[in-house]
Antibody
Framework: QLQLQESGPGLVKPSETLSLTCSVS??????????WGWIRQPPGKGLEWIGS???????FYNPSLKSRVTISVDTSKNHFSLKLSSVTAADTAVYHC??????????????WGQGSMVTVSS | DIQMTQSPSTLSASVGDRVTITCRAS??????LAWYQQKPGKAPKLLIY???DLQSGVPSRFSGSGSGTEFTLAISSLQPDDFATYYC?????????FGQGTKVEIK
């Protein structure tokens, strides 16, 4: 059974870079033929797709965040990562990793990590 | 970006009620729509895919309908476990976008 688990610092200072990792268990990223995504949710608000990485490394980002986002994959560690630079309080959110239903870039998400709360504060 | 607008934002209902939630897209998305249920502190759970396909394990009291720009999620007989927030999501066009959510509360 495929499971995703986010990890990373829960507190980041303004202007610094937020870094999170999503570890995949119960399946292999390298054999998946899939995109893998990051989605965030500010406290009390809705969901926003941040971007996705293909198992072989190609990426798509939300244009609203593109200048600050980098998503990468490490198949040897079976995980993928998110970096968001120059963070502000508006980036405070629960960050989820997720896998698309049909492995595509324009897709729904059927497997989610539990989420990692990141607070931006000095 | 395609804007997804849900109504109502909050819905108060009783156990056993039939409830419906509407999701409107700012342009046609054909049937490329998903519905999620989210409970506090938990990840969203995919309920319905491609507007009307019920995911495995989801109770049959949930149903989805619509195409083009207007969609509906219906719960035929509300159960205690169904009090949650529901989101729609379009995946016709990059970037995928979500509705703002509908909170189903106990009346």
């Amino acid at each position: 059974q495929l499971q995703l688990q986010e990890s990373g610092p829960g507190l980041v200072k303004p202007s610094e870079t937020l870094s999170l990792t999503c570890s995949v268990s119960g399946g292999s990223i390298s054999g998946s033929g899939s995109y893998w995504g990051w989605i965030r949710q500010p406290p009390g608000k809705g969901l926003e797709w941040i971007g996705s990485v293909y198992f072989s490394g190609g990426t798509f980002y939300n244009p609203s965040l593109k200048s600050r986002v980098t998503i990468s994959v490490d198949t040897s560690k079976n995980h993928f990562s998110l970096k968001l630079s120059s963070v502000t309080a508006a980036d405070t959110a629960v960050y989820h990793c997720a896998r698309p239903v049909n492995r595509g870039i324009n897709d729904g998400f059927d497997i989610w990590g539990q989420g990692s709360m990141v607070t931006v504060s000095s | 970006d395609i804007q997804m607008t849900q109504s109502p934002s909050t819905l108060s209902a009783s156990v056993g009620d039939r409830v419906t939630i509407t999701c409107r897209a700012s342009q046609t998305i054909f049937s490329w729509l998903a519905w999620y249920q989210q409970k506090p502190g938990k990840a969203p759970k995919l309920l319905i895919y491609k507007a009307s396909d019920l995911q495995s394990g989801v109770p049959s009291r949930f149903s989805g309908s619509g195409s083009g720009t207007e969609f509906t999620l219906a719960i035929s007989s509300l159960q205690p476990d169904d009090f949650a927030t529901y989101y729609c999501q379009q995946y016709h066009t990059y970037p995928v976008t979500f509705g703002q959510g509908t909170k189903v509360e106990i009346k």
